[in-house]
């Protein structure tokens, strides 16, 4: 199935296939777009950064704040509702996050920034969070999602993560060079050809084995996670991935999912393996690993796959191959996308629909 570029097609009626393998043409596009827009000396003297953001539109500031935890001097933080944190003054950067630019948690919740005189910036295709930045005077980076064919949030990251980047270092609050961008493209248009649809399976996928080489890793991680709930885990640079991770398994694959951080979840979360006894029928780990990581934590993970072995929990790793932490993350943006897409294929769903998503939106409308 994951080989049958036609059975694909039909199934993948919106062309979400398409939207991960232009995640390059996405960086690209927003990055122009950015030089754009002027930002004020002011933004860069601020105590916070706060992301609002819900959804696929939140998901670049966990990346972001995973990526560049020990390059930020100020804290960030991310909100998902209709109000800004208490703590929101005239010293705080605030970026609104709205792939569609109407997502009424955020403008709720810029409006309630701005009253208390935050430093705003926006990020939208459109819509009344655009005009309401135009009507303002507030710098935006509007994008036009023409590389993101399927129309999801969760598949358009490449506006999202990037363009909050950008953001930040046209604010000189992050540094992002000329030679960075052109790394991050080239392990992304890489990764493509490793993950993508034209380069087969091949190998078996062994639930306890590190998927490293030969094959596919991204159809093999989907095959061996099949019919299973799906708990990723991750740590340090990489949290934020397996957040993205959790998020498109849900949507694009319709199977519960969620994810954990190393060393956090060795503290509690082993203790709970034992009951409901069909645990070890249901749940599959895939556990995201690193040799960047502390080595403390690198240590934790062979721990922790012995005891999921004891407890016959399935569970598969993935080593990261780029060479820092942020090629790193962008490495396993390109494969938990592919993995969220094969196991949709997999299960014969059409990824792009979310149904009940939309059925909670028309009910509050009402």
Not at 163 to 182: P, V
Not at 227 to 248: P, R, T
Request: proline share 3%.
């Amino acid at each position: 199935m994951l080989n049958d570029k036609v059975k694909i097609t039909q199934l993948d009626s919106k062309n979400m296939l398409g939207s991960i393998q232009l995640l390059g043409k996405q960086v690209e596009e927003v990055l122009a777009e950015a030089k754009k827009v002027k930002i004020s000396a002011a933004y860069k003297k601020v105590n916070n950064i706060v992301v609002l953001g819900m959804g696929g539109s939140a998901l670049g500031a966990h990346l972001i704040k995973s990526v560049f935890f020990a390059e930020l001097k100020i804290s960030v933080e991310i909100v998902n509702g209709y109000r800004a944190p208490g703590f929101v003054n005239k010293n705080s950067l605030v970026i609104a996050s709205s792939y569609s630019g109407s997502t009424e948690e955020i403008i709720n919740a810029v409006a309630d920034a701005k009253k208390r005189k935050a430093k705003i910036m926006v990020i939208a295709s459109g819509g009344k969070l655009a005009n309401w930045a135009k009507q303002n005077k507030i710098p935006a980076l509007i994008f036009t999602t023409k590389n993101n064919p399927c129309g999801s949030p969760r598949m358009g990251l490449g506006y999202s993560i990037f363009g909050q980047i950008t953001l930040l270092a046209n604010a000189g609050i992050l540094k992002l060079s000329s030679t960075e961008i052109k790394n991050v493209l080239q392990t992304i248009s890489k990764c493509n050809l490793l993950f993508g649809i034209d380069n087969p399976e091949e190998k078996p996928a062994r639930t306890t084995n590190i998927v490293q080489s030969g094959g596919n890793p991204a159809k093999q991680l989907a095959i061996s996670m099949v019919d299973k709930s799906v708990w990723y885990a991750a740590s340090e640079h990489l949290a934020g991935n397996a957040h993205i991770a959790a998020n498109q398994m849900n949507e694009n694959a319709k199977r519960f999912a969620g994810y954990f951080v190393v060393p956090e979840m060795n503290h509690h979360l082993m203790e709970g393996l034992l009951s409901p006894e069909n645990n070890n029928q249901s749940m599959q780990f895939l556990l995201l690993e690193s040799g960047l990581y502390d080595e403390r934590v690198q240590k934790r993970y062979e721990i922790t796959k012995q005891i999921l072995d004891k407890n016959n929990i399935g569970n598969v790793s993935y080593a990261c191959r780029e060479k820092n932490k942020f090629l790193q993350a962008c490495e396993a943006l390109v494969l938990f996308s592919y993995v969220s897409f094969y196991s949709a294929m997999l299960q014969g769903i059409d990824p792009t629909a979310i149904p009940v998503v939309d059925f909670f939106k028309e009910q509050l409308k009402k």
